[in-house]
């Protein structure tokens, strides 16, 4: 292998500014923070966050760090390792399709537990936001390709998570490099597809990217050293010569419901079949599902918990042609059990269409058919899932925001959380995450 270090990423990391950004990627850096500030308010109420919490206070020292969400203060690295077990717990957070991963919510959790022990500004966080986003999936773009194996968000996390700290904590050039090389070197290779077909808490291993990432950071404050990273390879160089001119941060997608993005499309061409025309849900007899092969290999159990159902395209789909939706509720251990859901899961069939095969990961499409009990039979149209890259805007973002954390926390505070950070960019983050906890603590 062939390695040149020439110091453009992290001459990228130090020398970039807030006012280097085009006007359309600090939009984005906003509706990121909203939307990422949205899946850590919902991931502190589920089990694997209780899980999480538990190991940090038994393991890592106290401290007056206040995770986002909660009461619970920390040392900074026992509060981002305690949020890293929520930012990514109901599959709600940003996706990339390429590298078919999480980049946001992999490396928020160390970001927003620095920024609350440096107390930088809201403007100091979503500049190291925009910064994390564009090195973290570049690294995953690389990593993808030397192993040429689908890894998952933990993978990259770990960088992310490392220079969100080395960024906030102010390393030099030098440690930059250090910092990428270790923390790349010793990632989680965690393997996304396992996760995709048995769910469970392991999902896409963000917490544990996050662990080693800032452990990589203390390794390499302590004087450990590394030696060359992925992005140094010679050929990999060019996806880092356009830093700073194509920003990756706009090819995110965004997701409207609380589970695999795969399933997305399918849930379009449900609605589509809902409005368009007239039938009883009771009158279904079958259900035959196309779309390319990753989506079919979802887990197709009856859940029992809610990791079980957000890597699942068999309840999700039932839950949405029985309800007309698939929000929160429907993680909850009552829709596990009803039997309309469970009846019609056993209707469903799952075809692996050879185009929509060929189209993925850069697009993922589903049609579906239903075949009714008095004969009729309704086709969908080829079904995109709603978010895409291009196609989000603030009241997107905030429409999801609220429907979402309006039911659980109130409107009320919920539009004040949103009015927060839709604040000014001199706003101090600490006092950001104070106020919010005060307004969600009241709520609980």
Avoid at 142 to 171: I, K, N, R
Avoid at 238 to 262: A, H, S, V
Wanted: net charge negative; proline share 4%.
């Amino acid at each position: 292998m062939s390695f040149t270090t020439d110091y453009r990423v992290e001459d990228f990391v130090l020398q970039t500014r807030w006012d280097d950004f085009p006007l359309n990627v600090q939009e984005q850096a906003r509706l990121c923070t909203i939307d990422l500030v949205g899946a850590l308010l919902l991931g502190v109420r589920a089990p694997v966050y209780s899980v999480g919490r538990s190991m940090v206070e038994a393991t890592f020292q106290k401290g007056n760090i206040a995770v986002l969400g909660d009461g619970f203060k920390s040392s900074a690295l026992g509060a981002a390792i305690a949020m890293g077990h929520a930012s990514n717990a109901y599959d709600l957070d940003d996706g990339h399709n390429i590298t078919r991963t999480h980049p946001g919510s992999s490396f928020v959790s160390a970001l927003m537990a620095a920024s609350y022990d440096v107390d930088c500004s809201l403007q100091e966080f979503m500049q190291a936001l925009v910064i994390c986003y564009e090195i973290t999936q570049r690294m995953g773009a690389a990593l993808m390709e030397y192993y040429q194996f689908p890894h998952s968000s933990g993978t990259f996390g770990a960088v992310g998570s490392a220079l969100a700290w080395g960024q906030l904590y102010g390393l030099n050039k030098n440690q930059i490099n250090m910092l990428l090389s270790v923390s790349e070197f010793n990632a989680p290779l965690v393997p996304g597809i396992r996760s995709v077909e048995f769910p469970s808490m392991n999902k896409d291993g963000v917490a544990f990217g996050t662990m080693i990432g800032l452990l990589a950071f203390q390794e390499v404050k302590a004087g450990f050293t590394g030696n060359k990273n992925m992005l140094e390879r010679n050929e990999f160089s060019w996806l880092t010569e356009d830093l700073g001119q194509n920003y990756q941060i706009m090819d995110l997608y965004f997701k409207g419901y609380p589970c695999c993005r795969w399933v997305h499309p399918a849930f379009e061409a449900c609605k589509e079949l809902a409005k368009t025309y007239n039938f009883d849900p009771q009158q279904i007899e079958e259900v035959e599902i196309e779309s390319f092969e990753r989506a079919t290999l979802l887990s197709k159990i009856i859940p029992s918990d809610p990791d079980e159902a957000q890597y699942n395209i068999a309840y999700p789909v039932s839950a949405m042609l029985v309800r007309g939706k698939f929000g929160m509720e429907e993680l909850q251990d009552e829709a596990f059990s009803d039997p309309l859901i469970i009846e019609m899961m056993k209707k469903l069939k799952f075809i692996v269409d050879p185009d929509m095969e060929a189209k993925f990961p850069q697009e993922r499409l589903c049609r579906v058919t239903l075949k009714l009990s008095d004969g009729r039979k309704f086709k969908s149209s080829i079904c995109k899932a709603m978010g895409e890259a291009g196609e989000v805007d603030r009241d997107w973002i905030k429409e999801k925001f609220e429907s979402l954390l309006g039911p659980i926390y109130g409107i009320e505070a919920t539009k004040e959380i949103l009015l927060i950070l839709e604040g000014r960019l001199d706003q101090d983050m600490r006092e950001i995450i104070n106020k919010i906890n005060e307004l969600v603590m009241g709520g609980m």
